[in-house]
């Protein structure tokens, strides 16, 4: 069930699979609160900063009455009338129109156990969803996550979806794209729905707000999460996103506190830039510890647009990868995937 460096960096993910402790959307729904859709955003706040106290100090209660997961889910969906679920905050009304993300109702691309994922995440229940916030330029998912594509699946059928998968073996939920922050409403409502102790994986960008990520707080059982750039020149240059660096580094120190939260922290070694790399490992090393789960990655090809980009139009180098190498193993991270 995963290798050692695996269960030392998530060991609360282990305990879900082993069924020693329960998935946090589980536990969520145990938080027992009163709120009713005339109340206005603040209200529904203040109602949440209880429950979130709640949940940390363990109150919970088996009776058929409102849950933290339903507040979760109500606030989120009022958010989308002027949506700031990711720092882009375009304001736009998604009841009528797309969002900057391409979004307007979640649509689902595909959904399959994904047998690529981390060693320890296989079989993964991988649900992606059409639309991103980011325009990367050498996005292997552009057929999905640049326009909107796939289908509406109605909440309660993707649950019991997910727990069929669980059934057949699946050890998380892994909500993708595209990315997931555009679907949190969405998320949120289907998972309330599961009754199976399923763990949940955030696979995303990182690119929340700060209000979103108090919704996936006591949600998320592991942030899968991606950290592409050191600077917000190269990501703007190359995601076409501002703000970059601010944005991710804020909301990875915050996973790092959230409620029974994990990370698994992504890097993909991009060519000629392996100095961006370095930087950010550093960054990982000062600020979030060598002890977390790390997956240096070497599979960039050139997808969609990055033809257009010469320095980036091939592959990474032996040279690259091996001073990546060094360059992990000098800085100590004891329980890194690199290659």
Known sequence: MGDSKARRALPKYFSI???????????LKKV???FHENMNLNELWKIHHRGMNLLRRGKFVDEDSQDLLQLKAYIAERMTESCNLCELKCRVDRRKSM???RVKNSKVASYFLHWGEERELVPSFTVFFSGCNFRCVFCQNSDISQSSVGSR???????????????KGARNVNFVGGEPTPN????????WHVNSPVPLIWNSNMYM???A???LEGFVDIYLGDLKWSNNEIALMYSKIPNYWETITRNFKIAREHYRAELLIRHLVIPNHVENTHRILEWIKDNLGKDLRLNIMFQYFPHYRARNYDEINKRVSYEEMKNVEKIVEEMGFSNAIVG
């Open 17 to 27: 699979l082993k069924g020693k402790a329960s998935p946090n959307f589980l536990l």
């Open 32 to 34: 027992k609160l009163k």
């Open 99 to 101: 969002g900057a993300c």
């Open 153 to 167: 699946i109605p909440e309660k059928e993707m649950a019991r979806i997910i727990e069929n998968a669980f059934l």
């Open 184 to 191: 949190i409403p969405y998320i949120l409502k289907t998972m």
């Open 209 to 211: 707000s700060e209000e």
């Open 213 to 215: 990520m108090k919704l």
